[in-house]
Nanobody, 125 residues
Framework: LQLVESGGGLVQPGGSLRLSCAASGEAFDYYTIGWFRQTPGKGREGVSC????????YYANSVKGRFTVSGDIAMNTVTLQMASLEPEDTGLYYCAAGKGLTCSRLVPSSYFGDWGQGTQVTVSS
């Protein structure tokens, strides 16, 4: 599965961004899509994931209530809507795909086999 992220940018604290992860190459229905962010200080952090197979969704505590993940199987796209952004949300955001995964809990990055190139999110005044 090939993945392409888009939607990153510079936003002020309290602002919003919508990231998209567009997939191609295979049927999307049985995949789980994870969102991760990479920062110099924290390394790679799992942000959210959605299983398009069983409908489960996971959010890290740091983004719960502020981020919303959704999937559109017909469009082969997963969206991460980010609101009330904080400087701590700054990072390079990746989407990743894996099969047969449920998002009832955090799924480690090693379980995802396909990764996008990343999109930069910078939250700064």
């Amino acid at each position: 599965l090939q993945l392409v992220e888009s939607g990153g940018g510079l936003v002020q604290p309290g602002g919003s961004l919508r990231l998209s992860c567009a997939a191609s190459g295979e049927a999307f229905d049985y995949y789980t899509i994870g969102w991760f962010r990479q920062t110099p200080g924290k390394g790679r952090e799992g942000v959210s994931c959605i299983s398009l197979a069983d409908g489960t969704i996971y959010y890290a505590n740091s983004v719960k209530g502020r981020f919303t993940v959704s999937g559109d199987i017909a469009m082969n796209t997963v969206t991460l809507q980010m609101a009330s952004l904080e400087p701590e949300d700054t990072g390079l955001y990746y989407c990743a795909a894996g099969k047969g995964l449920t998002c009832s809990r955090l799924v480690p990055s090693s379980y995802f086999g396909d990764w996008g190139q990343g999109t930069q999110v910078t939250v700064s005044s």
